[in-house]
């Protein structure tokens, strides 16, 4: 047994932490499950509970939500859900409102914006909460990205997107590309960032590489949900590895 999970069973939980993962059945690409398996990892090492929940087109949304992940799609996936993410804007919006951690890539990044209009015209409405909006184009944004961020120090990851997206005065970006594109071939930015939303574009999944951005969903839900949050003893070996690899590799 891994002597993180040794120390977390020989204590009694701190509470429960509630993930829960967007339409991980049309919004899962390049690994963004990861992302939801990372926090289930890192939650149970920092000596609380996780209760990770997947909700898909037409599930009962859950109650006493502390956590939202929400992954990349292609276009085609957009499209399948998004009559149910507008029926759901209002609960998000809420959430977002009150606080809640966020996480959110590539496609639900876009559609968590005002509107991703594809290269053909077709206008996909996003939920509005963030003062973003995205434009399809011919050009395709793919390969490995560094980006420079105040908060989260270096974050790495892997982008592949033909959707620009623009920033509006409502958000600030998550951080400045050292390698790679980001948001769109314009600006240096990648990424966006609004009360506790984290929004990007990098796949690979994100959190593996990057534990300082997963322990602050974390702590900012604990901070939510108890008033404080009491940091365990994560394991991050393994991070600390991909990230050297990840740092080595060509665009």
Known sequence: ???AET??????SKGTLRVVQLYPRDMNI????????????????????????????????PDNVDIIVGGGGQDSGQLVIQDDLQARAGELRELAEQGAP?????GLYQLFGRFFKTRTGAVIPGIGILDVETH??????IGNV?????????VLGYENHSGQTTLGGGVRPLGTVAKGTGNNSNDGHEGARYRNIVASYLHGSLLPKN??????????????KFGSFSPGTPDDAYAVLAREHAARRPR
């Open 7 to 12: 120390s977390t069973a020989a204590h009694p």
């Open 146 to 154: 560094k980006v420079s961020t105040t908060e989260f120090g270096e």
């Open 211 to 224: 534990p300082a951005i997963a322990d602050f969903l974390i702590r900012t839900a604990a901070e939510r």
């Open 30 to 61: 390049y690994g963004d499950w990861g992302n939801a398996l990372v926090l289930q990892r890192r939650i149970a090492w920092h000596g609380y509970t996780p209760d990770v929940l997947e909700y898909n087109v037409g599930d009962p949304f």
């Open 102 to 106: 966020m996480l959110v890539i590539c």
């Open 1 to 3: 047994m891994n002597p």
């Open 136 to 141: 399809g184009t011919d050009e395709r944004l």
